[in-house]
């Protein structure tokens, strides 16, 4: 038959399968430069995403196994698994999930009906919380150390069977460090540092590439599209290069682009179908804000990489973007926005 035919929209579980698999590039490169925090961090906030969704869904008296199949409490947990330290501790990383699937999920009754991220949700409720924990727990690059730790070292840091995580082992971000050293030296001066390596950020490049890689492949898979993405990227390169042009002052843009969790940010967290704008119109508004508001916390604000926060309150203002780019119904010479008063 040589008619055309209509096919149904992939799953839920499946969209948010291809979405699991587009990560692991960036896993991996997690995994690669930083150690097996990052795994270990997954691994654990999936359990604990699994175990919470299901009580949740018992509580609330409904199929259980319907709804852990759609993947989704997966995919919340593994972008908190991203993006919390490595060495965050298990009560952290426990904190984080609950909340994201029982305060922003459930309590707004649900996939689907869920206002803000839930992830950034989870991750904004710890950072606030325990300033500390969320700060000092990132880990130092593999090539710096004299001993990584390993799967076992790593794994009683964060439980808490093996003492305190030494300092060689962690230390701050490469964007924190820029940011709060500065003003007092010239860049050619604080580039030496090892942890900026030869290129950007030593590891963080080949991370936010690797994410990259896994956003343009849910783009060619017509999981996400691409007004989000580019439109978050082109505000924050903007941004960056109109009031953060001379690196002897502000963080470039290379490093506002290739450093912390920008590309996650651009094609995972952001491009969330529920909480993010719906048309296309209001995506590329969307993500600018996005972009926008990034780069005014990361130049002027207290969190040098401030993800969760931007995303957040570019939620809020999803209703009103939505109300306001709503596209052209057939028939009509002008959009319809909103009820008629």
Same mark, same amino acid.
């Given at each position: 038959m040589t008619s055309p035919h209509t096919h149904a929209s992939p799953s839920t579980s499946r969209v948010m399968q291809w979405v699991v698999a587009a990560t692991l590039p960036g896993l991996v490169a997690l995994i690669s430069f930083f150690g097996?925090?990052?795994?270990?961090?997954?691994?654990?906030?999936?359990?604990?995403?699994?175990?919470?969704?299901?009580?949740i869904l018992r509580l609330r008296k409904r199929p259980v196994g319907f709804f852990l199949r759609d993947w989704s409490a997966?995919? &919340?947990? !593994?972008? #908190?698994?991203?993006?919390? @330290?490595?060495?965050?501790?298990?009560?952290?990383?426990?904190?984080a999930v609950v909340s994201a699937i029982v305060v922003a999920k459930h309590l707004y009754g649900g996939l689907g009906s869920n206002t803000f991220n839930p992830a950034m949700?989870?991750?904004?409720?710890?950072?606030?919380s325990f300033p500390v924990a969320m700060t000092t727990n990132w880990a &130092?690059? !593999?090539? #710096?150390?004299?001993?990584? @730790?390993g799967f076992i070292a790593?794994?009683?840091?964060?439980?808490?069977?093996?003492?305190?995580?030494?300092?060689?082992?962690?230390?701050?971000?490469?964007?924190?460090?820029?940011?709060?050293?500065?003003?007092?030296?010239?860049?050619?001066?604080l580039r030496e540092q090892p942890v900026f390596g030869d290129f950007v950020a030593l590891g963080w490049e080949w991370v936010n590439l690797a994410f990259l890689g896994g956003g343009l492949f849910l783009i060619?898979?017509?999981i996400i599209t691409w007004h989000i993405p580019l439109?978050?990227?082109a505000s924050l390169a903007l941004m960056s290069l109109l009031f953060g042009h001379d690196p002897d002052q502000a963080v470039p843009v290379q490093m506002h682009l290739l450093a912390g969790a920008t590309m996650l940010c651009a094609f995972f967290i952001a491009t969330d179908p529920v909480s993010a704008a719906t048309s296309n119109r209001g995506k590329?508004?969307?993500?600018?804000?996005?972009?926008v508001l990034l780069y005014i916390i990361r130049a002027w604000g207290a969190y040098p990489d401030a993800v969760a926060f931007a995303v957040l309150l570019m939620n809020f203002t999803v209703p009103f973007i939505d109300y306001y780019t709503q596209p052209r119904t057939y028939g009509h010479s002008k959009p319809k926005r909103g009820l008629p008063s």
């Open positions: 097996w925090g990052y795994l270990i961090n997954v691994l654990w906030c999936v359990l604990v995403a699994v175990v919470t969704e299901a009580a997966v995919v &919340t947990a !593994l972008l #908190l698994g991203l993006a919390l @330290p490595p060495f965050a501790p298990w009560w952290v990383s426990l904190i949700v989870g991750y904004a409720v710890v950072l606030i &130092t690059p !593999l090539e #710096l150390l004299d001993s990584p @730790p790593t794994l009683g840091h964060i439980f808490g069977f093996a003492g305190t995580v030494p300092d060689a082992f962690t230390g701050a971000t490469p964007l924190d460090i820029y940011k709060n050293e500065i003003r007092a030296e010239l860049a050619t001066t060619w898979k017509r439109s978050f990227l590329l508004w969307y993500g600018a804000g996005i972009g």
